[in-house]
């Protein structure tokens, strides 16, 4: 009975996921929402499977990337994986992740399994499967009017983390937040961090300031942005940690390039925020046993979802899209896009639905004004672009108008004088200003 119940599952699945691509559509939470109600242990039976490791990547920015990365590594080396790519990092998302890999006879054929794990849902998949590796990448403030302040965030992930018992934790040695699930689990632990002062000067608001053991305020040599850098505490023995696996010999030069443990790495994606991403990924894939020697040309192919710093050429100028969902993340955009000394048109686009949060208090804690420098005209669109009109003003920016439509904001851009056009966008902002520049593209071809 219970084989034939999972046999039912796994074809109901794969054929709501047929009809649903038919439609437009991925299929993947549909399907995944009514099957984890018939027969909710399809996880557990699934996940037994798997030949070699269970990886898992949670965290508050970056869980796609890096758990897409560690899957092009696996995949690229011959191993075949279960991977939930396009980010559904909640229980169905999952559940679909491996009914994907699997035959209509139930049978999983995969060497890894590497899932993105939304912090608040880790306490529930932890129930069906222990993953043999979790890497938390950072800890910020997220969707407020779903998760509150942070320290709800942790403690929810806190309750997931005590369902563990076997699993090696890899940790972000530069994020507090992070490093104290080493010291309040007993778990087996390798960190990864940056190593050097990369010299940033960051007006962004840092999440926590105070020691997560005994309370007191953390001290810091340095910021790279937010809390993560080099800590601290003078009332305790809580530091930042060595690390396992450290960045050091860091450029910024047409992408990025620094050594890991000596080994040279180069990523042709900016950001501070992508070290940590490919450090993570380098991590895992060497706690795995895996060779690293081939990483760069892994690397050098790799191509990121939808929204990271995404490039769309046009006649007149290049158009480069941004995913930010909160303001550590939409800081760390806006530093990338500091960094270039063109001459650029910005536009900004916020909506509030419920995927996105409905709390857009946080604009406020985002360092618009470093986008002053170089930049021509601002221009917001989305469900908020009047909040994000008078941030702007606050801001004290000499060209801002709002538009209605994203495709009339692109198109007076790609007229303008810039050289280059930057949009930052929230979650859903993003895929739907995805579409149009596509569709834009298809238009001048």
Known sequence: MKFLLRLLCIWFTKITIFFCKLLGHNGTNLAGKIVVRVYPKILTDLSRQVREKIIVVCGT???????????KLLTDKGNK?????????????????????????????ADFACLEVDEGYAQKLFCYFEPDFLIINNLF???LDRYGEIDLTIGMLDNGVNKLSKTTLVLNADDPLCTRFAKKHSLK???????????????????????????AELSYDYYHYSQLGNYHCSKCAFKRPQTDYGADQISFNKGLSFCVNEQPITFHYRGVYNIYNVLAAYAVIDQCGLTTDDINDILATYQPQIGRMEEFSFPQKKVVLNMGKNPAGFNQGISTVALDTSKKDVILSINDYIQDGTDVSWLWDVDFETLNENTLHVSTCGLRRLDLLLRLKYANFSSISTEESMKDAIRKALE???????????????????????EMQKEVQ
């Open 141 to 143: 403030r997220d969707q």
């Open 61 to 71: 920015n970056g869980k796609t990337t890096t758990n897409n990365v560690i899957d």
């Open 416 to 438: 303008s004088d810039s050289e280059i056009v930057y949009i930052l966008a929230n979650y859903s902002a993003t895929f739907t200003t995805h579409d149009i520049l596509k």
């Open 189 to 215: 632990t390798v960190f990864y961090g940056i190593n050097q002062n990369l010299s940033i000067s960051l007006n962004d608001i840092k999440e926590s300031p105070f020691c997560p053991i005994c309370g």
């Open 81 to 109: 994986v279960v991977c939930n790519r396009l980010g559904a990092n909640m229980t169905e998302g999952a559940i679909v992740a491996f009914i994907r890999e699997t035959n209509w006879l139930g049978k999983l054929d």
